[in-house]
Every structure is written in C-alpha cells, then in structure tokens.
C-alpha cells in the first residue's frame, strides 16, 4: 500500500500528466484533432468510485490551474422498472461549489446504456460556453461497454481490486483503450495483484 503523502504525491501527478497530455495534444502540428476544450471521459463498473475519483480530479484542476474553468457532465442510469433516475453523483461532488465548476447531471434514458444520446450536445455547449475543460463520467459499464471513447480526448477506466480471478481483466474492453487505468479502494488491502 501506498503511503498518504505518496499517494497524494501519485494523484497530483496523474492531474498534471491527463492535463498535459491534452495540451500537447492541441499543441500538436494537426491540433491532435482537438477543437476546443479538451474532454477527458471517467467510466468504470457501477460501485467503482468514479464520482469520487472526478470530485477529486475537479478539486485538484482547480487548486492547480486557479484561472481555469471545469466542466462536469455526469451520467446516471435510468431504471428500467420506472424510466426514472437517481442522478446521484451530485452526492459524491463537493468541489463544484466553486464558481469556476459547472455541474449537468444527464440520466441515460435506456437502461442498458451508460450514456446519454444527449452527450455531444452537452459538450458542445459547454465547449461554446468556453470551459477550459470538460470531464464526461459515465454511468457504471459492464466489462463490454467502451462508447465513452467516441466522446471523449483523453480515457480513464475505474476499478477496484475487488474484480475477481486475473482471467476477468482479459474480458474488459476498456483496458485495451484506457489512456488511463485508476484502481481506487486500493486500501481495502487486495491491491498487490491488481497493479501488475
């Protein structure tokens, strides 16, 4: 396990590396096919953390960059029962009181998807309102889903170390596309096989 200054220190860096890779990206002769603001996609199995892990990364981009503006676009999945939805990652947000966060929650609509048919528009408003950066969170995926990449600049998977036999990880799409990979709940203590 990771120290806390440690694993302060590692998330701190993982920020600044999304972040650059993005800018350099733009920065790039063909613009790296960026236009605009650059989004980075959060998705992961329900459970996983991914509310928490982009309240932080919210929390952190604004401490670092203090003249830039964020945007978060979450999804939550609508109930196939009812077609209602618990848009609850608002619960996991306590950094985007800042008046440089902007927060839209978006319920899926379907219940076997993990986004909204209404996510390109959502970023490209926000794109038009001019955030600086754009965090896309989707619902909780199975181990096949990997849509968030037709979204989305930059990729990261959420897991836990909770994901059963080593032969489970061969059956998740999105860690052959993962810019990416973040194993969160490491502490529980079964984490010494999950980072290999």
């Not at 998330?11 to 920065?27: G, H, R, T």
């Not at 619902?139 to 600049?153: E, H, M, P, T």
């Amino acid at each position: 396990m990771l120290p806390g200054k440690l694993m302060k220190r590692h998330l701190n860096s993982l920020i600044k590396k999304v972040y650059l890779k993005i800018e350099l990206l733009k920065a790039s002769p063909t613009g790296g096919g960026l236009e605009g603001a650059p989004v980075l996609g959060i998705t992961g199995t329900g459970g996983a953390g991914k509310s928490s892990v982009t309240d932080e990364i919210v929390r952190r981009f604004l401490n670092f960059y203090t003249d830039k503006t964020i945007a978060v676009i979450s999804v939550d999945p609508s109930k196939k029962k009812t077609g209602g939805a618990l848009l609850g990652d608002r619960i996991r947000m306590n950094s985007i009181s800042s008046p440089r966060a902007y927060m839209r929650s978006l319920a899926t609509r379907e219940s076997e998807k993990a986004l909204s048919k209404y996510v390109q528009e959502a970023i490209d408003i926000c794109k038009d309102a001019g955030y600086d950066f754009i965090i896309l969170e989707s619902a909780g995926v199975g181990q096949s889903d990997a849509s968030i990449l037709d979204y989305v600049d930059v990729s990261m998977y959420v897991m836990t170390p909770e994901y059963g036999a080593a032969s489970q990880l061969e059956k998740i799409n999105m860690l052959d596309y993962a810019d990416v990979v973040c194993v969160n709940k490491f502490d529980k203590g079964r984490c010494t096989g999950c980072i290999a």
